[in-house]
């Protein structure tokens, strides 16, 4: 039990790093543009990307939002999944290693 932990914790599942995605790519309707994101970490109930807080896609994600997003094993290759997606928080980094960005969790539906 690590004892350093607070109240103000939100993440009680354990996260690992991702080994299935490596990253995922979307557009909203009133982009013009296509976004790629890293996948930052994945737990049994979702995945997690980390936005730039001054990222314009930003201001167009919302929490229920289903999109269909484009899953890929490596940077540069062709995407292995597409499956449409729900964003299902976007978290305020703390300081220090997530400071200046969001987290935006996202879940793909069970098969």
Same mark, same amino acid.
């Given at each position: 039990?690590?004892?350093?932990?607070?109240?103000?914790?939100?993440?009680?599942?354990?996260?690992?790093? $991702?080994?299935?995605?490596?990253?995922?790519?979307?557009?909203?309707?009133?982009?013009?543009?296509?976004?790629?994101?890293?996948?930052?970490?994945?737990?049994?109930?979702?995945?997690?990307?980390?936005?730039?807080?001054?990222?314009?896609?930003?201001?167009?994600?919302?929490?229920?939002?289903?999109?269909?997003?484009?899953?890929?094993?490596?940077?540069?290759?062709?995407?292995?999944?597409?499956?449409?997606?729900?964003?299902?928080?976007?978290?305020?980094?703390? $300081?220090?290693?997530?400071?200046?960005?969001?987290?935006?969790?996202?879940?793909?539906?069970? $098969?």
């Amino acid at each position: 039990m690590n004892e350093n932990n607070t109240d103000a914790e939100r993440r009680i599942e354990s996260r690992i790093l $991702p080994d299935e995605y490596h990253s995922v790519q979307f557009t909203k309707r009133g982009l013009d543009i296509t976004y790629q994101f890293k996948i930052w970490n994945i737990s049994t109930k979702g995945m997690c990307i980390l936005v730039r807080h001054d990222s314009d896609v930003l201001s167009h994600l919302k929490v229920g939002d289903i999109l269909d997003m484009k899953y890929y094993l490596e940077a540069g290759k062709s995407p292995v999944d597409e499956s449409r997606t729900e964003i299902i928080h976007i978290t305020k980094g703390e $300081p220090g290693q997530f400071e200046g960005h969001y987290m935006v969790g996202l879940s793909k539906p069970g $098969p």
